[in-house]
């Protein structure tokens, strides 16, 4: 999945870091704790939280991962959007929550895999 079609899908807007169109994303990880995501296993996948901090970026910069999406309208911080510039991590924002976002993001990957969600 392209995070750009993601971002039309959920209302996203691009608010820092690289832009989105080139991003891909095959795996998501929803959390608000930190501490849990830094124990997946993987890199490369989306972070969805409500956690509008620096700790979110730089969290995302440890496991690798090159997106995250801040749901729920969070507003984001000057430092938190210095350090996804810096760090090369796309940030998003979404007046979405958190469940809705991951819902949709379900029925774009469902797709793209050819499986039909209404089924």
Not at 29 to 49: K, N, Q
Not at 97 to 117: M, N, Q, V, Y
Request: hydrophobic share 40%.
């Amino acid at each position: 999945m392209l995070l750009s079609d993601i971002l039309k899908t959920i209302d996203g807007s691009h608010v820092g870091g690289p832009p989105p169109e080139n991003i891909l994303c095959e795996e998501v990880v929803a959390s608000d704790l930190m501490s849990d995501v830094l124990t997946h296993d993987g890199e490369g996948f989306l972070l969805i939280t409500a956690l509008a901090s620096e700790q979110t970026i730089r969290t995302a910069h440890i496991v690798g991962a090159p997106a995250v999406i801040l749901v729920c309208g969070k507003s984001v911080q000057p430092r938190m959007k210095a350090l996804a510039d810096e760090y090369g991590i796309c940030l998003v924002s979404t007046p979405l929550p958190t469940f809705e976002t991951c819902a949709l993001i379900a029925r774009i990957k469902e797709g793209a895999h050819g499986s039909d969600p209404a089924e």
